[in-house]
């Protein structure tokens, strides 16, 4: 059993998390993978391909795109506890449109597509809230684009 009371305090106000209850986020919490990362890891490398929502608890990273000819390399955010990261190619055939890399340690929780579809195979709400949560996020997001 996870004992997801040390992820609360940073993770409680994660707009992926919202509107879960006890269960269901120990429910999450243990479909999930639990990775630490030293400064300076690549968490995502971009061009590659990994079918996951990684949910940062820990630490700081930066979202790095790299031009296509590898010459220039731009940070385009950076990253703190509660943000969710790698949901394009989640959703998508498609690799990684940037890096993320870990500024400094870093522990995050990856929910890969097998355990994703296990929760929504379950009969419980967890796979429905967090689908509706990611939504909102990546509406967010849009809406910070267009700003």
Known sequence: MIDIH?????LHDSPLLKDLDEQE???MFEHMEHLCYETESMIIEQGTESKGLWLLSEGCCEVIRTSLD???SQVLAMLGPGTVFGEMSFFQQTDHSA?????????V???SQKAFDDLGNNKCNTATKLLTNLVRVMADRMQLMDK
């Open 109 to 111: 929780h990856k929910l």
């Open 6 to 10: 040390p992820f609360n305090i940073p």
């Open 70 to 72: 590898g010459s220039k």
């Open 25 to 27: 986020l120990r429910t």
């Open 99 to 107: 890096s993320i890399k870990a500024v400094t340690q870093t522990t």
